[in-house]
């Protein structure tokens, strides 16, 4: 069994910040992708940005809509546990962020909200 715990979710005012954790544990010994996804009302799960772990390293994959305003970053001591860092947020920024967490199958957090709303 793998769980995946995020915390951080909250209601921020447009412009604001947050940092989202995630952290894995339970029977794993690696990944080859980590990171985040979200879903908003009525939409569909999207990519928010993940870890790719390949034979030439590790790669960070943004979601268009939260290049450069979103930054994905790694536990140095914790290989098990990631973090997201949004800044100047968006009212389309609203919704539940999942973990997850890839190594043959797929795993999911149950997700943390983030409202963005004045």
């Known amino acids: 069994q793998v769980q995946l715990v995020e915390s951080g979710g909250a209601l921020v005012q447009p412009g604001g910040s947050l940092r989202l954790s995630c952290e894995a544990s339970?029977?794993?010994?690696?990944?080859?992708?980590m990171g985040w996804y979200r879903q908003a009302p009525g939409k569909q799960r999207e990519l928010v940005a993940t870890?790719?772990?390949?034979?030439?390293?590790?790669?960070?994959?943004y979601g268009d809509s939260v290049k450069g305003r979103f930054t994905l970053s790694r536990d140095s001591a914790n290989k098990f546990a990631v973090y997201l860092q949004m800044n100047n947020l968006k009212s389309d920024d609203t919704g539940v962020y999942y973990c997850?967490?890839?190594?043959?199958?797929?795993?999911w957090g149950q997700g943390t909200q983030v409202p963005v709303s004045s």
């Open positions: 997850n967490l890839r190594r043959g199958i797929a795993y």
């Open positions: 339970g029977k794993i010994l690696g990944w080859n992708v």
């Open positions: 870890f790719t772990s390949g034979a030439s390293g590790i790669s960070t994959t």
